[in-house]
């Protein structure tokens, strides 16, 4: 049973429950008993609410963490060159998370790597409209289309995708060889050569070698060397 308060500390007390205002604001108004009063009269959580907020927390993570070793399983096939299993575990995981834009990337490059290009080239795309910033798969689509010798199209798409990453290597090198196969062999010379000095400066130094011979080849046929 609550302690006989004066009228002057029940109406703080009220007033403090309505707004429950911080314990440091009123410390100097109350009374140890009528502090104690507040604590016990204080709505608190209760333990099967806490447990309720722990169970509906678990379903997400488990299926972010199932998400997660899927997609290194699909990766690990991908690198095995198993494309079709690859291709399986991207779509299988492209069910439960179908405006996910690096799933359809991922499968992507599995179809890409069994030549189904065409399927390839609109699971990138859908990426792209998933993720409008997705170098990667504006850099591979790009490399779609230069195998189809689609080469201004590719151009285009590299350059995208070094607007929105201006130090994607990757994107630099393969702009730089469809530039010397549109014998634009200025552009190609600087678009290596910017390559050539970010592998340098992170010490990449086979990827560095291999842009090396490939400007070098660049600069012969320039005239250069």
């Not at 990337?105 to 997705?134: P, T």
């Not at 393969?174 to 200025?186: I, K, P, T, Y």
């Not at 000095?197 to 011979?213: S, Y």
């Amino acid at each position: 049973m609550l302690p006989v308060l004066g009228n002057l500390d029940v109406g703080v007390l009220n007033l403090m429950l309505r707004l429950r205002s911080p314990w440091y604001l009123i410390h100097l108004t109350l009374s140890p008993l009528l502090l104690l009063a507040a604590l016990v009269l204080s709505p608190q959580p209760s333990a099967s609410a806490r447990e309720m907020d722990l169970a509906q927390m678990q379903p997400h993570q488990q299926r972010q963490q199932q998400r997660r070793q899927r997609l290194r399983e699909g990766n690990d096939y991908l690198g095995n060159q198993n494309y079709e299993a690859a291709e399986a575990v991207f779509r299988e995981l492209l069910e439960q998370y179908p405006e996910d834009a690096l799933l359809r990337y991922k499968l992507g490059d599995a179809l890409s790597a069994q030549y189904r290009y065409e399927e390839a080239s609109e699971a990138y795309q859908e990426a792209i409209r998933l993720n409008r910033d997705h170098a990667l798969a504006y850099n591979a689509l790009a490399n779609l289309r230069a195998r189809q010798g689609r080469l201004e199209e590719a151009v285009s798409l590299y350059e995208r995708a070094l607007d929105i990453n201006d130090t994607y290597v990757e994107a630099l090198r393969n702009l730089g060889q469809v530039l010397a196969q549109l014998e634009r062999f200025g552009a190609a010379s600087e678009v290596l050569s910017q390559a050539l000095d970010l592998l340098i400066e992170r010490n990449e130094i086979w990827k560095a070698i291999e842009v090396a011979k490939l400007l070098e080849q660049v600069n012969e046929r320039r005239g250069l060397v």
